[in-house]
């Protein structure tokens, strides 16, 4: 209490300026980790000086830097990892687990548990920090709070980013605290040791289960799926393609639970507990526990909490006749959560669910005053004034969300400004009459089929919408990565913009526009384009792509495609639209084989390709068919390579094409390996040699360029197989660094620990994609580097 009244003099929303150097404490402990013994002393001196300073003009800038040091401390804390940390628990064997249920989902025909207080059987069992995520396939069980559960399985740590831009899996469980993965079938189910019967959290499970129960006697499908989603947070019901509907016509908010949900809460409790005649103050605090009962519900999900503080300081306020400031709500939700879990800070749902919020209060506000000043159009119309404000809403929450989304998701979802319009209002009648039915469907299945009956019209209807507005050609526009700079530049403008009409903030943007241009300018000026050569994680296939100084690309393969998976789908086609590339100058196709081709078609079929590069062969698999089929429509040109072909993309890159030769080509080898197209690249200085899967017989011929060979990089032959890489080929090529396109416990058992032995007698720096994911390489033609993306 001290400490807030010390910060009256800061500001009307001292919160907030608190929750700001809070966060910049987590943010900076997330760079720059220090330790956690640091913290302390510092917490201890400031919290010390700010005692004996109190009345010290600068015990204001002393107490921030107090809550600095506390998200330092926070987040120094929960990322302390020892010898016990699920982090750190490396192997390869199954062992016997134990632990508490925190959390059960039914997602897709399976069933994922969150389990906290792990234990791990070694001789005895160990005490354990972190979560684990367990998976049981083909299987949809029922697991409570606070059930004990034991089972055996091997312990997986999920790898981080494979590929650059990608979403950082990983990183995403860190921010709910889970560092370990295990998969079980429903052969190996685990059994309940212990059942915890006296919990909130277990009885609001049940609650939970008794409304999901009622849901299903009355919808099915989709619509079932959806009003699961609107009342209780349950999304792993809905179908992939109507999740993408959702997402592509910009209003996959609306299936999260959040502040509206958290509204009718609010509004039916508060009138049932006056109906049964509770004094007010008596009513709020019944009120707000009912808010926090449907927190549980839904598994604390981070816009409930939100939505559950800013509720409940509202109604307190109200009650107890306390003046509540919106700004300093907003922020105490945001620090409470923090505060619980420092790491909710860098989750994207979190980011988006705050920012949309503070962009209703303070962009709405802005806009709605501007507007009533420009318009000369009458608003007395209440319908009329309705879709005003509705817009404005929507357009308030895009503007300030559009920087975040641009980030993390490289799209522009122009059509929600429409989409929102139906949406919302929609929505909100969906989960006003979804409430209703629960709580009468409770007493009378009658009533809950009734119910259950408009309901599947009303979703229905919005379903039909929103797959019609997705499908739009103008729905939304992909558009190329902006770093976090861009993000807080855009921001600034923004900022800038809704505050035109002050003369200092139009002297600022008008200074900043012109140091923003002249930096963009002289930066090109100073700076010299560099070769950008990714060589990416496709498991065990190869995909290459090249980015020239000059603007020109090259992709060399294209990675599997299986029954399952898609390599171009899943890898390269998202990481060409986060580039803000739709097209390709150069594709070249090595070999025909499945692992280096099969992304080939799906590629051609959504981007523009210029030219075509391939060996002068001809296979009969049905994917090489199904290519050629679609060059020869598209009618891209086809350019046979042969060793001496020399291609200048300019005068400092050239690219040699080393095999196959004519005479090779006139053996007709069975192996199609031995037809891989190998390639020189030279950038001035910088070699790298490109191999396919090329083995002994063609690594022969390939050698005859003797000294020719020596390259700084080296993609290594046939995934590092024991038929390729012979001594005397590599003695030529002497690598800095051969990178291995392999993936982890493939059925072939590459690479051959034989031929990684070869190499590193050479002094060469291997790079597996299985261990080491996707490698980035930039050369400015003199030195090379390699580019960190995680």
Known sequence: MFLLMQLNSLAKTPIVIIVGFYFSGIIINNYIDIPFFIWWISIASLLLNTLIFKNHKNADLLILSLFLCLGGLNHSKIMETGASHLQNFSSEQEHQISGFVEKCDLKNNKTQITLKQISIKNNKFYPFKGKILLTIKNTQLIFLYGDIVEFTGKIIIPSGRRNPGEFDYKKYLQN???????????????HILEKKYFSLRRIANIVKLKIEEIIDKSTYGDQNAILKALIIGMRGDITPETKQAFIDSGIIHVLAVSGLHVGYVTLVFYVIFGLLRFPPKTRTILTIITLFFYACIVD?????????????????????????????????????????????IFDIGFQLSFTAVFSIIYIYKNLNQKLDKLSKFDFNNKFVEGIKQLFLVSLSALLGTLPLTIYYFNRIPVISLLTNLFAVPLVGLIAALGFAQVILGYFSDIINICYGEIQMILIGFLEFLTKFTSRLPFAYFNIKSISINMVIYLYLLLFAILNIEKTKIKKYLLFGIMISLNVMVWKNVFTEPKLKITFFDVHQGDAIFFQFPKGKNMLIDTGDRTFRKNYAKLVILPYLQREGIDQIDILCLTHPHNDHIGGAPLLLKNLGINEIWEADIVAASKTYKEIHVLIDSLQIPIKKLHAGDVINFSKDIKLFCLHPSNIFLDQKSNNYNDYSTVFKLSHKDIDILLTGDAEYKSEEYVSLWADFLNSEILKVPH????????????????????????????KFKHPSKKIISRYKKLGTQIHRTDQDHALVIESDGINYEIINYQ
């Open 300 to 344: 604390f999900k981070p816009s409930v909490v939100r939505a559950v503080i800013m509720a409940s300081m509202v109604l307190f306020g109200k009650a107890f006749e306390k003046r509540s400031n919106i700004y300093n709500s907003l922020a105490t939700a945001a620090l409470i959560q923090t505060l619980v879990s420092p790491l909710q």
């Open 176 to 190: 709910n605290d889970i560092f370990a993965l295990v998969y079980l079938d429903k052969n190996n189910i685990p």
């Open 719 to 746: 995934h590092g197989s024991k038929t390729s890489s012979t001594e005397h080929f590599i003695s030529y090529i002497k690598p800095e660094i051969a990178i291995i396109s392999v993936g982890k416990g493939n």
